[in-house]
């Protein structure tokens, strides 16, 4: 999984330099004992790109200047830490606002509007989808979104935002969105 992780993090051959680490670790061991020294020096290796995206107050950045490798990572953990067999990594390289950037004035009432604007653009309301799905989700609200299954499927750390959408069509607001970042920081933080 940690492999499959960092191929659909890295997808140009210039950034994909944990390959090199792979066939160092793996013909340096006997291949049927190269499976846990491989993993820890993977997971090592992604821990510390994580690292160098996180500030020193330990918060990753914010919108869109958050790196791919934060994301992943997240779901690479989550996924890991509770298997349920079907979450398969793909490559998703959008950056989807679960409480939309732009909500759909008509709908709005629906859900809710957020406490601090600026919250939309925290960790805890992102997640990584693929391109064509990212806009089918446009400006949808929160509860709408957390419908698509198939889209939701693409991310654990998706799915878990919408499990909280799905609860109450007003769930997803900023208390909630600031709950699952902090939640997200110190899951990255515990494992960092």
Do not use: C
């Not at 993993?39 to 330990?58: C, H, K, M, P, T």
């Not at 004035?105 to 809710?112: I, K």
Request: aromatic content about 8%; proline content about 7%; hydrophobic content about 40%.
């Amino acid at each position: 999984m940690i492999e499959s992780m960092l191929r659909v993090t890295y997808t140009s051959p210039r950034t994909m330099h944990w390959i090199t680490l792979v066939l160092r670790t793996v013909s340096t061991h006997r291949p049927e004992k190269s499976l846990v020294p491989l993993r820890d020096s993977l997971r090592g290796y992604a821990r510390e790109q994580v690292r160098r995206q996180i500030s020193e107050s330990g918060e990753p950045a914010r919108g869109f200047d958050i790196s791919r490798i934060v994301f992943t990572y997240v779901d690479y953990l989550l996924a890991t830490k509770h298997p349920n067999g079907d979450f398969r990594f793909t490559f998703r390289n959008s950056i989807e606002h679960f409480y939309p950037q732009s909500p759909d004035p008509e709908l709005q009432s629906a859900y809710g509007v957020l406490g601090d604007p600026s919250d939309r653009d925290l960790f805890g309301n992102l997640a990584l989808v693929t391109v064509r799905d990212n806009s089918k989700f446009t400006n949808l609200p929160p509860f709408m979104k957390a419908h698509s299954l198939a889209i939701v499927a693409q991310s654990p750390k998706l799915g878990d935002m919408a499990a909280i959408a799905q609860a109450d069509e007003r769930a997803w607001n900023s208390p909630a969105i600031k709950a699952h970042h902090t939640a997200m920081v110190d899951l990255l933080r515990g494992d960092l």
